[in-house]
């Protein structure tokens, strides 16, 4: 019935079963005034930019561990999995801008994990990056989280120890930021799309980190998930505003959604937004790219239209169906798109930039003859990998705090690569010497072979903050960089 091997749609995507994936699971929110109560001792770890505000506390725990979880339609076996909670994803966090989250983390895995809130400018202590911000936590451990995202969005958090296998089992959940005004929608809904490698059991097939993924475009998987779960049906009502919030919580594989029938608007990337456009083809989306769209639910009741992934050329594939109720429909038109308020991202100043060149190269059909033994890829020549005792740590950029800084990337190989700093959002100036019409802010840049992109920010938050390819079997064989603000 089920086919193995490494397609990239597989025959569990294509299985009917009539299932709806439209949950948004969200946790049960507690609120506390800070200072009230059981948290009067806690204080508050940091200042930065608007997180000094003493806002109210959103606490949860994630407790990261086994889990076996219905992934593929309930015809075929459940799969044994590393889970938040128990769950896939992880439970979805969302506060509001201006709250503080505060998360206690709970290690039941037998190795060390962390927990990065990427995309969150953060202290650098919150980070989560083992070595560099903290120890790991150590089986049977705790380490709690406490910050105040400066900026509204979307977000997600995934462990930085061997993420390349942590996260590819299972380990990642969303982390919403609502804007203190959020704009009216009927439905604020969270798409953590999952990328898995099965066997015919269903099971997480083995070989992590192996050579082959390692030098070439990652553990690509054959199995795409939505909000952990292979989709079938996405249910909608005719005349429904929906914010969806798109998040590529995959090791490796990009994406690249169209909505069939339907003309999304894209009103912030990374979680920051940008001037609302119209999609004109695909959303695409590299590994830990999001993307919020506004998609006005146009068609007639009753109807079906597909939502494909067409990243990979001659593999494109249907990733689920949206399949509208009989309902009469909500509203016959729809008010313009809002433009989402800006964050409070600093912005650089281009004259008095600081520049620095960086290229990425290795891989397969790159120069690997110049890069260690068991790493496959280097950042301006040098492989840093992140396994334990390694030295990776040692800063290649050495900012002044404060300064501006544009950054040079190129691509010199022959994959694709997003980049991500962290710490900080940048704007991507140019591409390939072309001026990029939006300049949008991101935290992740996708990088085509070859592809060279300009991007600028300002070094505000000090500390030690990574700096890598989000590709995780990349990151982990070479591709990975520290960039120290001070
Ligand atoms: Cu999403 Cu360095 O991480
Ligand atoms: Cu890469």
Redo the contacts with the bound molecule.
């Keep these: 019935m089920v086919r193995p091997g490494l397609e990239y749609s597989s025959d569990y995507n294509r299985a009917q079963v009539k299932r709806l994936i439209d949950k948004d699971k969200t946790i049960s929110r507690r609120r506390f005034l800070a200072g009230a109560g059981a948290l009067a001792a806690v204080p508050l770890i940091s200042k930065y930019g608007i997180s000094g505000e003493a806002g109210p506390i959103v606490e949860a725990r994630l407790t990261a561990g086994p889990a076996r979880v219905q992934v593929v339609p309930s015809a075929y076996p459940a799969t044994d999995v590393w889970a938040y909670n128990g769950e896939l994803p992880g439970p979805a966090l969302r506060l509001r801008q201006g709250e503080r989250l505060r998360v206690q983390v709970r290690n039941a895995l037998s190795e060390g994990t962390t927990v ?1 809130w ?1 995309g969150v400018r953060l202290p650098n202590a919150m980070d989560g ?1 083992p070595v560099i911000t903290q120890p790991p936590i150590a089986p049977g451990g705790e380490f709690v989280y406490e910050f105040a995202p400066p900026d509204a969005g979307t977000f997600f958090y ?1 462990p ?1 120890q061997r993420s390349f296998e942590q996260v590819a089992r299972g380990l990642a959940g969303a982390l919403v930021v609502e804007e203190r005004e959020p704009p009216k929608v009927d439905r604020d809904l969270v798409w953590v799309l999952g990328d898995w490698r099965l066997d015919r059991e269903a099971s997480i097939a083995g070989g992590f980190g192996s050579f082959m993924d390692v030098s070439h475009a990652g553990r690509i998987g054959n199995t795409v998930t939505i909000n952990g779960r292979v989709p079938e049906t996405f249910a909608v009502r005719a005349g429904e505003r929906i914010r969806l919030r798109l998040i590529n919580a995959a090791t490796a594989r990009a994406f690249a959604l169209s909505f069939d029938g339907h003309r999304p608007w894209v009103i912030a990337l990374d979680g920051q937004p940008l001037e609302p456009f119209e999609l004109d083809g695909a959303v695409a989306l590299g590994p ?1 790219m999001r993307a919020d769209l506004i998609l006005d639910m146009t068609g007639a009741p009753g109807s079906r239209h597909v939502v494909r992934d067409s990243f990979y050329p001659r593999r494109e594939y249907e990733l689920v169906s949206v399949v509208y109720g009989e309902e009469a429909p909500l509203r016959k038109s729809f008010s313009e798109v809002p433009r989402l308020p800006s964050n409070p991202v600093p912005e650089p100043d281009l004259r008095g930039a600081e520049r620095h060149e960086v290229r990425f190269t290795g891989g397969m059909m790159g120069n690997m003859r110049a890069i260690p033994r068991g790493m496959a890829w280097a950042v301006n020549g040098v492989a840093s990998g992140c396994g334990e005792g390694a030295s990776a740590f040692d800063p290649f950029l050495a900012l002044r705090r404060g300064r501006s800084c544009v950054l040079d990337l190129l691509n010199d190989t022959a994959w694709h690569h997003p980049i ?1 700093l ?1 710490g900080h959002a940048f704007r991507v100036l140019t591409r390939n010497g072309a001026a990029n019409p939006r300049r949008e802010w991101l935290d992740t840049v996708m990088l085509a072979p070859r592809e060279r992109a300009e991007i600028a920010f300002v070094a505000d938050n000090p500390g030690d903050w ?1 700096f ?1 390819c ?1 590709v995780l079997d990349h990151q982990a064989a070479g591709m990975m960089a520290c960039v120290r603000v001070s």
């Design positions: 990065h990427h990056v995934h930085h830990a991500h962290h990574m890598h989000h």
